[in-house]
């Protein structure tokens, strides 16, 4: 497995992480799309705000 697949699994991941997170806290398609967009930072920001 070379660079370039594992990179293009981890963005997919990430993004449909953060896809699932948006849409079960918004249940919105416009912010499930800009949350997906954003992937792992929206996905790190989840994080981050719920432990709290």
């Known amino acids: 497995m070379n660079n370039t697949e594992v990179v293009k699994t981890g963005i997919t991941f990430?993004?449909?992480l953060a896809i699932a997170i948006?849409?079960?806290?918004?249940q919105?398609?416009?912010?499930?799309?800009?949350?997906?967009?954003?992937?792992?930072?929206y996905v790190v920001y989840f994080a981050v705000t719920?432990?709290?």
Do not use: C, E, K, V
């Open 14 to 16: 990430g993004s449909a």
């Open 22 to 26: 948006s849409w079960h806290t918004n």
């Open 28 to 41: 919105s398609i416009l912010w499930a799309i800009l949350h997906g967009f954003f992937s792992w930072l």
């Open 50 to 52: 719920r432990t709290a």
